[in-house]
């Protein structure tokens, strides 16, 4: 056996190794996720059958509850959910609670990382202070103010508290990407003959999109499984998934089967925004013109 | 084409101070070369110039008008970046098309168009211009950034270390390059440079900058033969000159220097440089030799002659470079390779032969 061949073949085993891992590793984070897909397709006897079934005949019953927004139970008729409204709501508030935290997050974490003022330090320390606040130490005030100048329960004033937790995260992630463009290729750009604004968005805004696809995701999730403002702050007209999730669990029945449906149908626009934006996360595309 | 001015300008960078009221101007079509070592305000000088930094005090004028509160991107100067600054987000041919988007009244696709490839061609680049920039090489990048500042008519060029990436050998023809195109385009060009020989080689006027000071001045040949003060004499040539404290004697009737705290070590003066030290007779000078000037033997030559130990040699190819010691100073002497040289043998030298360089003891040219 000449040295390539065993090269090869401790190769061969390394990368079976490493497979092997990653399966396991994947088997344990995945199964839950998988449990509960399946759960979404069983019915309550198969859900609730001992020892567990892995082999079951698929039933599309609990996603036409979720759909039709009624459950249809023997002896008992139509029960109404409300769980397409809240899944609606919650699209709603955290995609425009992502899309207003980006319009003014980027520019303020441009502005954080370029110039120099009075108090910047100060600023982008109170932005990250709202992340490690909880949020239950800010929701009485609130709550109170809500109610006095009519916020309660509308799309506005959540969107307007879920900045408290979209912003903070948009700002100091693409703070830091921001800091990585050499302020050269702006000034490059300036020389050229553009003004500074125009040499941002013409220079600069690209090199940064990959960070904005990121911090918007990550920001989403957040403002997606908030919980905690949507019961305190909102209305049945704005109440979320997380909420309506919960309701799945009465006094009279626990509908895993239901519930596992919903849960599968709201985690379908985090997985279409993640593959949306992974094609964004290459990142490492401003290194290399730049000598370091 | 245009002729530019700073005039007392002072940069405050907060606590440190870039540029200490830097005053010089341009002539019209010069070739100016800012000579200086890394964070002497080279950098910030272009930049004020380009209108990047603005001063904290001082102002800016090209061709006389006040500029000073003009954006850059109105000046209508172009320059390229010690790190290139090409970016990285476009193609090579987008990077040079893109002056062209802040036109008013841009030339047409065709003219465009035409323009890059002239250019491109000139630069050799034209080969390369639907690759990405992260795909290049240093020198490749080099001139492409070069290109995107030719591919209009500019006012002034502000070159900010075109050549310090670049390998050496490609760095020897892009100097013969440059002092080709500076001078066919005949535009008025500030060179910044932290390397002696492209100062001397490119520059009309070389200015020698240091802590944000102008140390000196004036052409290459002043530069190099009558240097302002220590600093500049150090700045340029390579190995560095040798600069020894001397006390001036005058010994029956006859002008002598002696090496101090080293008496052996002593010659006469003559010429220009003894009538200026007949000045200092009983005081002490700062005398400047530099390495290839340097008289040297392996054998005894003449009374003159100081005689030492060779502590160090370095074979640099076409020369050598003796390290000797002179008293307790280190000497650095430029030798030829055809003679072998062994470390630890004597040497003699004779420093009398030599053109002097003269200072005061605080560094300053002795007249």
């Given at each position: ?93 955290s995609t425009l609670s992502v899309l207003l935290s980006v319009f003014l997050g980027v520019p303020a974490a441009y502005a954080i990382s370029r110039f120099k003022f009075k108090g910047r330090d100060d600023i982008s320390f109170t932005f990250l202070s709202f992340r490690f606040g909880?949020?239950?130490?800010v929701?009485?005030?609130i ?13 506005i004033?959540?969107i307007w508290v879920y900045q408290l937790i979209t912003m903070p995260m948009i700002i100091w992630i693409m703070k830091s990407y921001v800091d990585d463009v050499p302020v050269d290729f702006e000034d490059a750009c300036v020389v050229d003959g553009y003004p500074r604004w125009k040499a941002v968005l013409r220079i600069v805004l690209p090199i940064i999109r990959p960070g904005i696809a990121a911090s918007a995701l990550l920001a989403f999730i957040y403002a ?53 934006a992974?094609?964004y996360f290459?990142r490492g595309l401003s290194m290399?013109a730049i000598?370091r | ?9 002072t940069v405050d960078y907060g606590t440190t101070v870039a540029l ?23 950098t910030t000088?272009l930049k004020v110039?380009a209108g990047l930094v603005k001063p904290t005090r ?10 000073t509160d003009k954006p850059g991107n109105l000046r209508?100067?172009?320059m390229?970046f010690e790190d290139y600054a090409l970016y990285p987000t476009f ?7 893109n002056?062209?988007g802040a ?265």
């Amino acid at each position: 056996m000449n040295q390539t061949e065993i090269k090869e073949k401790k190769n061969w085993w390394t990368i079976i190794g490493a497979n092997l891992a990653l399966i396991v590793i994947f088997a344990f984070f995945l199964f839950p996720i998988l449990w509960m897909v399946g759960m979404s397709f069983k019915t309550i006897d198969d859900i609730l059958a001992w020892p567990p079934k892995f082999i079951f005949t698929p039933t599309w019953d609990n996603y036409r509850a979720i759909i039709t927004s009624t459950i249809e139970q023997r002896g008992v008729g139509k029960i109404p959910i409300d769980f397409m409204p809240s899944f609606w709501h919650t699209l709603i508030i955290s995609t425009l609670s992502v899309l207003l935290s980006v319009f003014l997050g980027v520019p303020a974490a441009y502005a954080i990382s370029r110039f120099k003022f009075k108090g910047r330090d100060d600023i982008s320390f109170t932005f990250l202070s709202f992340r490690f606040g909880p949020e239950l130490l800010v929701i009485i005030p609130i709550y109170f103010i809500f109610q006095k100048i009519g916020l309660m329960g509308t799309y506005i004033g959540l969107i307007w508290v879920y900045q408290l937790i979209t912003m903070p995260m948009i700002i100091w992630i693409m703070k830091s990407y921001v800091d990585d463009v050499p302020v050269d290729f702006e000034d490059a750009c300036v020389v050229d003959g553009y003004p500074r604004w125009k040499a941002v968005l013409r220079i600069v805004l690209p090199i940064i999109r990959p960070g904005i696809a990121a911090s918007a995701l990550l920001a989403f999730i957040y403002a997606w499984n908030n919980f905690l403002f949507s019961l305190v702050l909102g209305s049945a007209s704005t109440s979320t998934i997380t909420l309506s999730a919960m309701k799945f669990i009465s006094a009279e029945a626990l509908r895993y089967g239901i519930m596992s449906a919903g849960i599968v149908i709201s985690f379908l626009p985090i997985l279409a925004f993640s593959v949306f934006a992974q094609r964004y996360f290459v990142r490492g595309l401003s290194m290399g013109a730049i000598k370091r | 084409m245009a002729r530019v001015a700073l005039k007392n300008v002072t940069v405050d960078y907060g606590t440190t101070v870039a540029l200490k009221n830097i005053s010089f101007e341009t002539e019209d079509g010069e070739f100016l070369v800012i000579l200086g070592p890394a964070g002497a305000g080279k950098t910030t000088t272009l930049k004020v110039a380009a209108g990047l930094v603005k001063p904290t005090r001082g102002r800016v004028f090209m061709d006389g008008e006040d500029v000073t509160d003009k954006p850059g991107n109105l000046r209508n100067v172009a320059m390229t970046f010690e790190d290139y600054a090409l970016y990285p987000t476009f193609s090579v041919r987008q990077n040079l098309e893109n002056p062209f988007g802040a036109m008013e009244n841009p030339p047409t696709k065709e003219e465009q168009e035409a323009k890059v490839m002239e250019v491109a061609k000139m630069l050799q680049i034209d080969h390369l211009l639907d690759r990405r920039v992260d795909q290049m090489s240093g020198g490749q990048k080099q001139r492409v950034s070069l290109a995107r500042s030719m591919v209009r008519q500019p006012q002034i060029f502000l070159f900010d270390e075109p050549l310090s990436h670049v390998d050496a050998k490609i760095r020897h023809a892009m100097r013969a390059e440059l002092h080709r195109l500076a001078s066919a385009m005949a535009t008025t060009t500030i060179y910044v440079t932290h390397d002696y020989v492209e100062a001397l080689s490119l520059g009309d006027r070389i200015i020698v900058i240091d802590k944000g000071e102008i140390r000196q001045i004036g052409t290459p040949h002043e530069i190099y033969h009558k240097p302002s003060c220590e600093f500049v004499a150090n700045v340029v040539g390579q190995p560095n000159i040798n600069i020894y404290p001397f006390l001036v004697k005058q010994e029956n009737g006859n002008l002598m220097v002696e090496l101090k705290d080293t008496p052996q070590c002593n010659f006469s003066p003559n010429g220009e440089a003894g009538s200026v030290l007949a000045k200092h007779v009983g005081g002490v000078v700062h005398i400047g030799f530099r390495p290839q000037d340097i008289r040297y033997s392996l054998t005894p030559i003449n009374s003159h002659a100081f005689s030492t130990k060779i502590e160090l040699y370095e074979l640099w190819g076409r020369r050598g470079m003796v390290m000797a010691l002179l008293g307790e100073h280190e000497m650095r002497v430029l030798t030829d390779t055809d003679t072998r040289i062994d470390i630890g043998s004597q040497i003699w030298l004779d420093l009398s032969k030599a053109p002097l360089y003269l200072f005061d003891e605080s560094g300053n040219q002795l007249t």
